[in-house]
């Protein structure tokens, strides 16, 4: 049995001020969040101070990128070593905001998410199509190329660790869910690939997270889907309520 993961992937939001409440807000709504694991992805500059919020509890923190070096001259990078330090658990990698307007690609990510393994930090990778590659038909054939790239030549034993998060780029932000079925299709299809590149076992053992415009109202539907194992979660997870709403629908 699969524990469900739900993640708040924060964005560029919130000043170390705003993240301590907030993240204050989600510890007291989530008093017992045991049947489920629970990550909080604040910006890099508020880490620290959100770890130090959520120090004694059941829930993680995470970072929204991980530079693929251990150190050096890469000007604006974030390393495992750093985030470490911060007691970081989780890192997001290949988020499409980041695909789309920063130009990583899958050479990169792939890069990323071997580096976090060999750190033992937490992958959570990211894959998902376009509204065009939907209406063309080519959802799948998107999602496969994005799936081998990122997650090529990762070995089966670590997909017990990593998690992949299916946020279809239509619904992100949008308010324009995927449907139940939309959504558990494509991650049957994401499993059935796992199990093509390295096997039953890890297939069955990777945690794929749904994410775009995921909310208390249809977190429920979703996570009952045999192949949803959790959320990623934007908007929604900058209100207390609404994400221990979420969590809640998970446990
Ligand atoms: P959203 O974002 O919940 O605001 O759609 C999800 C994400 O980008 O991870």
Known sequence: MRKKIIAGN??????????????????????DCNGVDVVLCPPFTAIKA??????????????????????????????????????????ILGHSERREYYKENDFWINKKVKKALEKNLRPIVCVGEKLEDRESGNTESVVEQQVRGSLADIPASAYTELVIAYEPVWAIGTGKTATSEQAQEVHAFIRGLIKDMVGAEAADAVRIQYGGSMKPGNASELLAQPDIDGGLIGGAALDAVSFAGIVNAGI
């Open 50 to 91: 959100v770890s130090d919020v959520i120090s004694e509890t059941l829930i993680n923190v995470g970072s929204q990128n991980m530079g693929s070096e251990d150190e050096g001259a890469y000007t604006g990078e974030i390393s495992h070593a750093m985030l470490k330090e911060l007691f970081v658990r989780y890192v």
């Open 10 to 31: 924060w964005k560029m939001n919130k000043t170390v001020e705003e993240a301590v409440e907030l993240a204050k807000a989600i510890k007291l709504e989530l008093a």
